[in-house]
């Protein structure tokens, strides 16, 4: 199994920015990529990006595309996501969570997950 440990959320103004760590411990060796996802009050979960480990290719969301980062630390065993330009419509808790190598959008393809950090931003 994969344990993962998110971190860094919080309360930021309209046009603020944070980053976001994602912590994996256990059997990170079969990890292929790691996502981020996000989830509002009342909606579906959502898939925000994601990474491939080997060779750092990475997918976007359109609505978070050239405001939102994704990297990882492979010495770490850690994926950051780093937030800028953040909008009140990004308000949610994130989760990270390990995934196939083909950097799907789907979350029921996703395997392990964290508990989340919750992202709230104010106008």
């Known amino acids: 199994q994969v344990q993962l440990v998110e971190s860094g959320g919080g309360l930021v103004q309209a046009g603020g920015s944070l980053r976001l760590s994602c912590a994996a411990s256990g059997r990170t060796f079969s990890t292929q990529a790691m996502g981020w996802f996000r989830q509002a009050p009342g909606k579906e979960r959502e898939f925000v990006a994601a990474?491939?480990?080997?060779?750092?290719?990475?997918r976007y969301t359109d609505s978070t595309k050239g405001r939102f980062t994704i990297s990882r630390d492979s010495t770490k065993n850690t994926v950051y996501l780093q937030m800028n330009s953040l909008e009140p419509e990004d308000t949610a808790v994130y989760y990270c969570?390990?995934?196939?190598?083909?950097?799907?959008?789907?979350?029921?393809?996703?395997?392990?997950w964290g508990q989340g950090t919750q992202v709230t931003v104010s106008t």
């Open positions: 990474i491939r480990w080997s060779d750092g290719v990475t």
């Open positions: 969570a390990t995934g196939p190598v083909v950097l799907t959008t789907t979350p029921k393809l996703y395997q392990y």
